[in-house]
């Protein structure tokens, strides 16, 4: 069965850290770029980061970047998205997704660009 299933979300302050998770299960992982989104009440589902299949090349949104890594172990079939010095903007359900190749180029920041997606994990960051 095919699963995308996201872990670590949290309550945290202001300033701190968590550390997501993100485990394939029944379909290929190690050859694909990998992405993160998010989606606060009332709002669009954003990009945040995507990683290609080596690990090789990143990218981040702009609102994450220098606060946010992501990363990933094939052999865990497992992604991850380390988070510091978090805001309350940062609030949202965050979302793993798979994406169509593996190679991360300019444009893979739509939902159109990812073929398979997890439930997601609540992140709520308080002031």
């Known amino acids: 069965q095919v699963q995308l299933v996201e872990s670590g979300g949290g309550l945290v302050q202001a300033g701190g850290s968590l550390r997501l998770s993100c485990v394939a299960s029944g379909l290929p992982f190690s050859t694909y770029y990998m992405g993160w989104f998010r989606q606060a009440p009332g709002q669009e589902r954003e990009f945040v980061a995507a990683?290609?299949?080596?690990?090789?090349?990143?990218d981040y949104a702009d609102s994450v970047k220098g606060r946010f890594t992501i990363s990933r172990d094939n052999a865990k079939n497992t992604v991850y998205l380390q988070m510091n010095s978090l805001k309350p903007e940062d609030t949202a359900h965050y979302y793993c997704a798979r994406g169509r190749g593996g190679v991360l180029r300019i444009g893979k920041r739509n939902n159109g660009e990812y073929a398979y997606w997890g439930q997601g994990t609540q992140v709520t960051v308080s002031s």
């Open positions: 990683i290609s299949w080596s690990g090789g090349t990143t």
